[in-house]
């Protein structure tokens, strides 16, 4: 296994345009994170899977952010109508818990860095 | 929200010094754990500490969670170019029947040859 994988790395795209990122985390996780960190800051939680279960959403995560994690592997998050604030690097985790575990570390992916332009 | 406050934010020092850097809460945490994250990366984890008043070691990195779970301590001793990044602290805070790391702001740290 080679860790969370996440796709593409790098996306600029003009404001008011969709956009989609894949993060592959480690086979044997059942925990999925993602989160959003801006420049001096640290990263700041949007959502969190248990299997395909979306347990838990930030009120970071406005209308136009959904996530989905359909066969709990692999989870998307989309952007709609992307706007200059939305750019930064969305992070994605995977954890291996069993759920009320908190002793468990985190592994996170390279992340996927967003430029709106 | 339950926040974290990590000091100090920067840190620019030479190669061979001792620093601390330190991460505060009000709100009890059951676990605390610490990452380095290098630029343009992921954080990348360093140790999770459970027990009040925990002492672990990484080499020349030890961390101590305070006696209350309120708070954390990172030291380096001798520090190395290598070192350098940014040093981010994550406490598990229970919400909706999960464990939801939440992160400080973090201390970027550099050290210089």
């Known amino acids: 296994d080679t860790g969370v994988s996440q796709n593409p790395r790098h996306k600029i795209t003009k404001r008011g345009q969709n956009v989609t990122f894949r993060c592959d985390p480690i086979?044997?996780?059942?925990?999925l994170y993602w989160y959003r960190q801006t420049l001096g800051q640290g990263p700041e939680f949007l959502t969190y899977?248990?299997?395909?279960?979306?347990?838990?959403k930030s009120r970071l995560l406005s209308d136009r952010f959904s996530a989905e994690r359909p066969k709990g592997s692999f989870s998307t998050l989309e952007i709609q109508r992307t706007e200059q604030g939305d750019s930064a690097m969305y992070l994605c985790?995977?954890?291996?818990?069993?759920?009320?575990?908190?002793?468990?570390?985190?592994?996170f992916g390279s992340g996927t860095r967003l430029t709106v332009v | 929200t339950q926040l974290l406050e990590q000091s100090p934010q920067f840190l620019s020092i030479q190669e061979g010094e001792n620093l601390t850097v330190y991460c505060n809460s009000s709100?009890?945490?059951?676990?605390l754990q610490w990452y380095r994250q290098e630029p343009g990366e992921g954080p990348v984890l360093l140790v999770t500490?459970?027990?009040?008043?925990e002492v672990k070691k990484l080499k020349r990195l030890t961390f101590q969670f305070g006696d209350a779970r309120k708070d954390s301590s990172l030291h380096i001793t001798a520090a190395q170019p290598g070192d350098t990044g940014l040093y981010l602290c994550?406490?598990?805070?229970?919400?909706?029947?999960?464990?939801?790391?939440?992160f400080g702001r973090g201390t970027s740290l550099i050290v210089h040859p």
């Open positions: 500490v459970v027990t009040g008043g």
């Open positions: 709100s009890v945490f059951s676990s």
């Open positions: 086979s044997e996780h059942n925990r």
């Open positions: 985790a995977s954890s291996p818990a069993a759920r009320g575990d908190s002793s468990y570390g985190y592994t």
């Open positions: 899977f248990q299997n395909e279960a979306q347990l838990e």
């Open positions: 994550a406490g598990a805070a229970y919400s909706g029947g999960s464990y939801i790391p939440t």
